[in-house]
């Protein structure tokens, strides 16, 4: 390992606008630290309007991975040359690298909050009801990913179309649901930024979450969000989106660099991380 970044070191980064607060980098590093391997991610603010000649410059750079935040998830799924199954199935995604002359893009948000659940919690989704507040990008992905491991999924969203995009997304597993559809679920999601801000509305009545189920709020900050904290207070189990945006990371560095991916490591770096402000991730 060398002492920092030379001529020699492989760099990665975070694509978005802003990016300046994104814990992504923090992320990458840290896994790039406990592997030993001589690459490094910085962020690059990209406006909106931009992203084309970004691509094009990631690939004649020899830059060797992004990930892609807010504004660009959407037109990245347009402009890369080839799609992973659930990037193309989503239209949106989260990570790019160069491949064969083009650029893959994929969609590691759904997997990764699949693979936190697996090990905050030891959920499988097979086989259980779902109910996920919210049908935008975050939502989707989650929708998609709990889906296709089985899951029956109910969409509950403030405006009716995006539900119902939203749950077509889960073919005949998903259904637009009301809040009291989270009486009979096994994991209720928050996909909403209700909870980011003071004086947000609860995403959905927490008397609504039975005492059994699984809750996840998305937000990671704060945290815990005042929904979750109602949640705990009744002893219900309440994660919030940390492990979420940990593991969509780590599975962005195995496509990169083709090695598994520190978790561990990974974690201790954003555990006790300052908060990200509104650049999410
Ligand atoms: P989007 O803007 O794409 O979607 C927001 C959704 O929330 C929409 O369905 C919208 O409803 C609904 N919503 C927004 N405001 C309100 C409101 N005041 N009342 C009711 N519903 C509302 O956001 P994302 O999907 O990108 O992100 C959602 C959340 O997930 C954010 O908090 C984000 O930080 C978090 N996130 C966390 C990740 C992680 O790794 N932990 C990864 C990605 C996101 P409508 O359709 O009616 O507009």
Known sequence: MTAGPSAATAVVGVIGDPVAHSLSPRLHNA?????GIDWVSVGFPVA????????????????RGLSVTMPHKSEAARLVSARTPIAELLGAVNCVWPDGGGIRGDNTDGAG???????????DPAGRRCLVVGA????????????????EVVVVNRSPEPAARAAALAGADGR??????????????????LGMRPGDALPLEPGLVP???????????????PWLGALRSRG????????????????????????AAPVDAMWRAVVDAPGPGPGRH
């Open 48 to 63: 909106a309007g931009s992203l084309a000649p970004a691509l094009s410059g990631m690939a004649a750079l020899g830059i």
């Open 136 to 151: 935008g990008g975050a939502a989707r992905a989650v929708v998609a990913a709990l889906a296709g491991e089985g899951a």
């Open 176 to 193: 637009v649901g009301v809040p009291g559809d989270a009486a009979t679920a096994d994991l209720v999601v928050n996909a909403t930024p």
């Open 113 to 123: 909050l699949l693979a936190a659940l697996a090990r905050q919690a030891g959920f």
């Open 236 to 259: 219900v189990e309440a994660l919030d989106g940390l492990g979420m945006l940990v593991h969509q990371a780590a599975l962005q560095i195995e496509r990169w660099t083709g090695l």
């Open 31 to 35: 896994a790039f630290r406990a592997l």
């Open 211 to 225: 005492d059994g189920a699984l809750a996840v709020d998305l937000i990671y900050h704060p945290s815990p969000t």
